[in-house]
């Protein structure tokens, strides 16, 4: 069974500053990687995602992430933070195929941004 | 309007009730899903359909019940509510397209159980 390990409960950072989410996978194929950002009172958005080919993923609202395959991680970053992007970030795997077609969350990071 | 709709948005009740949430999509998606969310715990799958006629059980299934009315409606019931059933439920759809699916999520329901 696969699971997802976000080990940074709550980050803070200065608006315009460099940011890092740390996330941690456990599966054993090819996982299809996922990163969700949930503002206060609203749905979960894609921010995402990585299936193959380049580690190196580019998402939207300026948002990256790198798949370590050697390492299981799937780190979010952006290069300078917005007040905007103050919201809780889930880093999730899914297993395709077989009829496991499903997503396992990681417990999220709160990302709290300072003037 | 939205894609993925959720009713109620709110709701408070009493332990005991029967409580029915609702979803609907636009999206066309054959595969739905519902998710329960708890501080501290992330999101975790309650039941998923593939289809009208195929309903699977996720990790904590108990205590709870869906019903897959059509391709753009799945409902998820309680059929006695408890309090720790109090959450923050979504549902999502999923598209299954070259390169693996994305799942689209609706606004959530805040239920409260008192």
């Known amino acids: 069974a696969q699971s997802v390990t976000q080990p940074d409960i709550h980050i803070t950072v200065s608006e315009g500053a460099s940011l890092e989410l740390r996330c941690n996978y456990s599966y054993g194929a090819t996982p299809y990687l996922f990163w969700y950002v949930q503002s206060p009172g609203q749905g979960l958005q894609l921010l995402l995602k990585?299936?193959?080919?380049d580690t190196l993923v580019q998402g939207i609202k300026g948002f990256e992430a790198e798949f370590k395959r050697s390492q299981s991680s799937f780190n979010l970053r952006k290069p300078s933070v917005h007040w905007s992007d103050a919201a809780e970030y889930f880093c999730a795997v899914g297993a395709w195929g077989f009829g496991n077609e499903k997503l396992t969350f990681g417990t999220g990071t709160r990302l709290t941004i300072i003037p | 309007d939205a894609d993925v709709t959720q009713t109620p948005r709110n709701r408070i009740t009493k332990t005991g009730k029967r409580i029915m949430l609702e979803c609907s999509q636009t999206?066309?998606?054959?595969?739905m899903y519902w998710y329960r969310q708890d501080p501290g715990l992330g999101l975790r799958l309650i039941y998923y359909s593939f289809d009208v006629k195929d309903i699977n059980k996720g990790e904590i299934s108990d205590g709870y019940s869906v019903s897959r009315q059509a391709q753009a409606k799945f409902s998820l019931s309680l059929e006695s509510a408890i309090p720790n059933q109090t959450a923050l439920y979504f549902c999502?759809?999923?598209?299954?397209?070259?390169?693996?699916?994305?799942?689209?999520f609706g606004p959530g329901t805040r239920l409260t159980v008192l």
């Open positions: 999206k066309g998606h054959d595969r």
């Open positions: 990585y299936f193959s080919g």
């Open positions: 999502a759809t999923s598209d299954l397209g070259a390169g693996g699916g994305t799942q689209y």
